[in-house]
């Protein structure tokens, strides 16, 4: 059976907007540094790996934006990302204000993928989110969750997603950390977890 890593989007890939703001336009939407890079790597690493952003932006149900500019705005992201060799599969948004299967903590979004993908095993699936909502979705469809963020944000998010049978299996900085340190490839290509290295000694952690 095949993996897949799901990757939510705003504080994952791009630069997250202020709390209650969305990225409405392609002026707005930054790439994280070494996202691109490390999507290619992983490319590289991990042969016939797929790979779904799965995002919530209800920003359209608010009328802060329309389907047409969200398209748009994923298809900037698209081209970033693949002119590093880091193309994405799929894109699966929820649109909704609420009251969906999809709108994470919901798993509609990995069920569409998945569907596409029958041939993906969730044991052998990873998740990389920036939010308690992204790792109580992974729990319950049964992947692999790490957190990145910065560390005052992410000890709040994980706090959270704790209390809700959610602690996430492992975090960092940034996605690129992930990748560069090898964790995140172990897990995709191999099934193994491998502790963090230290920046300083290149040791385990």
Not at 121 to 127: E, R, T, V
Not at 144 to 173: I, K
Request: hydrophobic share 45%; glycine share 12%.
């Amino acid at each position: 059976m095949a993996g897949a890593l799901f990757l939510d989007r705003d504080g994952v890939l791009n630069v997250k907007p202020p709390e209650g703001g969305y990225v409405t336009a392609l002026q707005e939407l930054v790439v994280l540094p070494g996202v691109p890079a490390a999507l290619g790597a992983l490319r590289a690493a991990v042969p016939g790996l797929r790979i779904a952003v799965v995002t919530n932006q209800r920003g359209v149900a608010r009328g802060r934006m329309t389907a047409d500019d969200l398209d748009a705005i994923h298809a900037h992201l698209r081209g970033e990302l693949a002119a590093a060799g880091g193309d994405v599969d799929r894109i699966e948004v929820c649109t909704h204000e609420g009251g969906c299967d999809c709108r994470k903590p919901g798993v509609g979004l990995f069920r569409r993928a998945l569907d596409a993908w029958p041939d993906v095993d969730p044991a052998a699936c990873a998740l990389v989110g920036d939010s308690a909502s992204d790792l109580v979705a992974g729990r319950r469809m049964g992947v692999r969750t790490y957190l990145v963020g910065e560390r005052t944000r992410r000890l709040a998010e994980a706090g959270v997603a704790r209390a809700q049978g959610a602690a996430p299996d492992d975090e960092a900085e940034t996605l690129a950390d992930l990748v560069a340190d090898g964790r995140l490839i172990a897990w995709l290509r191999d099934g193994v977890v491998v502790a963090p290295r230290s920046a300083a000694t290149g040791a385990p952690a």
